[in-house]
Nanobody
Framework: QVQLVESGGGLVQAGGSLRLSCAAS????????MGWFRQAPGKEREFVAA????????YYTDSVKGRFTISRDNAKNTVYLQMNNLKPEDTAVYYC????????????????WGQGTQVTVSS
């Protein structure tokens, strides 16, 4: 079992930046692949980014490549999502998730979820 708590969301103007954090407790954090997903109103939850156990490999959905960066600090049991050059279409509730397998982008491929943090980007 692992418990995840996101923070860092808020309201920002287009072109601005935010850094989301996800603090984990419970079983060994470093044994999980960590991912970020988001869900906009009326839409399905979608994959944003993931990072492997040691933080060496990452991958992103095309719409955020070059703007978002996922990272992790296993000593602090925390994963981050640095979001730059935000756009109104990035507005969503952002969730972190923990899973066991690498290179997974589906919601049902992750085992544990946080409660989400709202990101709103104004134009």
């Amino acid at each position: 079992q692992v418990q995840l708590v996101e923070s860092g969301g808020g309201l920002v103007q287009a072109g601005g930046s935010l850094r989301l954090s996800c603090a984990a407790s419970g079983r060994a954090f470093s044994s999980y692949v960590m991912g970020w997903f988001r869900q906009a109103p009326g839409k399905e939850r979608e994959f944003v980014a993931a990072i492997n156990w040691r933080g060496i490999s990452t991958y992103y959905t095309d719409s955020v490549k070059g703007r978002f960066t996922i990272s992790r600090d296993n000593a602090k049991n925390t994963v981050y999502l640095q979001m730059n050059n935000l756009k109104p279409e990035d507005t969503a509730v952002y969730y972190c998730a923990a899973g066991s397998n690498w290179y997974r982008t589906r919601v049902d491929e992750y085992d544990y979820w946080g409660q989400g943090t709202q990101v709103t980007v104004s134009s």
